[in-house]
């Protein structure tokens, strides 16, 4: 067990709508990552959250979009679904002390599927 | 454009003998490197790391070498057991800037170890 929890564990919908995904970080942990896993493309990063900033941005689409709470809980939004955002969504978190490369430790994922 | 690159999608390895996965890659600016195990349906576990500076890391059964002027990085498993069966991604990280903290994935070795 790593720490971080996602829920929900699995979601399924339909194309056009829009769904919330959820991370809670280790405890002490300041940043949050959020990546995606396709059949195809492997872990692609989308975003980073440190302590309610927005740190570092990936191939996130215009459709989707994040924020981290004052309790650094982070959700993903991910709205005008399509066929192809059907993927497992995982968070991730670090201590991301500052100057300093750390691990990021990941949860245990989301599995997206738009009918 | 792949930066991360592992180019043995699978590896077979009988019980008590050695695994060895490799990974390499083209970002000169990559200087922490992470090896991270997955289970299906389970988020990334971390194994080991290893930073630039450095061209070995050992933590028990697990061993990560970095050769920086090849752009290489192998993690040797012994020994092997069947427990050790998952797919095993590389990442690596830049410091510093807009992409401080995005892990970049290589595509994945799916070992099997045999009884």
């Known amino acids: 067990d790593s720490g971080v929890t996602q829920t929900p564990k699995h979601l399924i919908t339909a194309t056009g709508q829009r769904v919330t995904l959820r991370c809670s970080p280790r405890s002490g942990d300041l940043s949050v990552y959020w990546y995606q896993q396709s059949l195809d493309q492997g872990l692609q990063f989308l975003i980073q959250y440190y302590n309610g900033e927005e740190r570092a941005k990936g191939n996130i689409l215009e459709r989707f979009s994040a924020q981290q709470f004052p309790d650094l809980h982070s959700e993903l939004n991910l709205s005008s679904l399509e066929l192809g955002d059907s993927a497992l969504y995982f968070c991730?978190?670090?201590?991301?002390?500052?100057?300093?490369?750390?691990?990021?430790?990941f949860g245990p994922g989301t599995r997206l599927t738009v009918l | 454009d792949q930066q991360v690159k592992q180019n043995s999608p699978s590896l077979s390895v009988q019980e008590g003998r050695i695994s060895i996965l490799n990974c390499d890659y083209t970002?000169?600016?990559?200087?922490?490197f992470l090896w991270y195990k997955k289970y299906p349906a389970e988020g990334p576990t971390f194994l080991i790391s290893i930073s630039s500076i450095k061209d070995k890391n050992e933590d028990g059964r697990f061993t990560v070498f970095l050769n920086k002027s090849a752009k290489h990085l192998s993690l040797h498993i012994v020994p092997s057991q069947p427990g050790d069966s998952a797919v095993y991604f590389c990442?690596?990280?830049?410091?510093?800037?807009?992409?401080?903290?995005?892990?970049?994935f290589g595509q994945g070795t799916i070992l099997t170890v045999h009884p």
């Open positions: 991730a978190s670090s201590v991301e002390a500052s100057g300093v490369a750390d691990t990021q430790y």
């Open positions: 970002n000169s600016m990559f200087d922490y």
């Open positions: 990442a690596s990280s830049v410091p510093g800037g807009t992409s401080y903290g995005k892990l970049t």
